[in-house]
């Protein structure tokens, strides 16, 4: 940490008057719509308070179409991954390393190695801080976290992008001079296809402003039926344990929906394994009437899509969060329920005025609440858009401070 305390302003950048230049960490994966929003996210925040800084995105994962995304929204995006010639350039030419969203300092191998090769500054973004719970022992946990805790010291800033991650990480330790409430990333993106969605849409009888959109979630993400990875069974049998129990609500909204509204549901993913998800848990048990005024959407979409499909409707619930955020970004209402399993990050809610809408499937008594309030949203739709709109200027509002605080750190 000594040597960060020592580095004087960002070689060139005074002198020269340049645009700053900045290498940012995100793109966490592609069969997920929220961690392919991150990025496009941190992006545009950046181009809104920045809008002449040089920008290289060394990502992880930029497959499935998403290269493509991100380079027709930001065509002035440079991409460098792992190994390249164009990473090497830019651990020599960037002045400064932003790690963007995510669950966790994901890229904590990477922000150590630009640290210890550069000894430039560097920051991170909208992140949840929690227990390591996947390691071997809680000695080994205690340990793994310690040294979270020293890397993010070491940050001229972090934004957690829920508060209960902000006082962890304080109860830990963490000593970065900046540690304040930023969210993530992902609220600001505004990718968009909207041929898509209008083809999809009316291809379903779906109209614009007469149709909630629903997405389930099991307590742990299967990731064995859509990656190469080990089938885990401790997991599935979390999973088979609580699938009922986690949708039963949701499905007994959808029914009320319909029944006591003109609306119509929309059964749409977030990654690719929820779509067999909402069909068994969501559609397959509905009562057949309910069923013709409901529509399962059957295959993975990319965040433009998603995003075009969730400004034409009245509004979203279930089981998820990055398409609660993306909503709320767009002015969209959007109620979360959450659990354990699932970190803190769903209180982020709380910290832009929507605890009304999010809700704890871990806590019983907060159960029965959710479809009276799910109903509410249906039924109220000018309130639950004041209230998402209220909830947006929050955010807008920290994007703009947390962007001042990046200007001043490289301007230092």
């Not at 950046?46 to 290269?67: C, F, K, Q």
């Not at 609220?187 to 009888?205: H, K, M, P, Y």
């Not at 949708?247 to 779509?275: F, G, N, S």
């Not at 354990?340 to 005025?353: F, V």
Request: proline share 6%.
């Amino acid at each position: 940490m000594a040597a960060m305390s020592l580095v004087p302003s960002p070689s060139g950048l005074a002198q020269d008057k340049r645009p700053p230049r900045i290498l940012l960490r995100s793109s966490w994966q592609t069969v997920n719509i929220g961690d392919i929003a991150h990025t496009p996210g941190v992006l545009r925040i950046l181009e809104t308070h920045m809008p002449d800084a040089e920008i290289t995105l060394w990502p992880s994962y930029v497959d499935n179409g998403v290269r493509e995304l991100l380079t027709s929204r930001f065509p002035r995006l440079k991409i460098a991954t792992r190994g390249s010639k164009e990473l090497k350039q830019a651990f020599q030419e960037c002045d400064f390393f932003l790690h963007g969203s995510g669950a966790s300092l994901v890229a904590e191998r990477d922000v150590n190695q630009w640290r210890t090769e550069t000894g430039k500054p560097y920051g991170i973004y909208g992140i949840t801080v929690s227990p390591k719970t996947s390691t071997a022992t809680e000695a080994t946990a205690e340990d793994t976290l310690q040294r979270t805790m020293e890397t993010l010291s070491g940050a001229r800033f972090v934004f957690f992008r829920d508060s209960r991650s902000l006082a962890f990480a304080k109860q830990k330790g963490c000593a970065s001079p900046i540690m304040e409430f930023g969210p993530d990333g992902a609220f600001a993106c505004d990718l968009r296809d909207d041929a898509a969605a209008e083809s999809f849409l009316q291809t379903n009888g779906l109209e614009a402003g007469k149709f909630l959109c629903c997405i389930p979630r099991l307590r742990f993400t299967p990731y064995w039926t859509i990656k190469n990875v080990p089938f885990n069974e401790e997991k599935h049998g979390r999973n088979e344990a609580m699938k009922e129990h986690d949708h039963a609500q949701l499905r007994k909204a959808i029914v009320e929906v319909v029944k006591q509204t003109e609306l119509k549901i929309l059964l749409c993913p977030e990654d690719q394994t929820q779509m067999a998800v909402g069909k068994e848990l969501l559609l397959d048990p509905l009562p057949v009437e309910v069923k013709k005024r409901v529509v399962w959407r059957p295959n993975y979409w990319l965040t433009g899509e998603a995003i075009s499909t969730y400004v034409r409707s009245a509004g979203l619930f279930g089981n998820e969060m990055h398409s609660p955020i993306m909503c709320i970004g767009n002015g969209v209402p959007a109620i979360v329920c959450r659990w354990a399993e699932q970190t803190s990050k769903g209180y982020m809610w709380e910290d832009i005025g929507l605890k009304d809408w999010l809700f704890d499937l871990d806590q019983e008594e907060q159960i029965p609440k959710i479809v009276p309030t799910i109903l509410d949203m249906a039924t109220n739709p000018d309130a639950a858009r004041k209230k998402a709109d209220a909830a947006g200027a929050v955010v807008k509002k920290r994007q703009e401070e947390t962007m001042t605080v990046l200007k001043n750190v490289i301007r230092a």
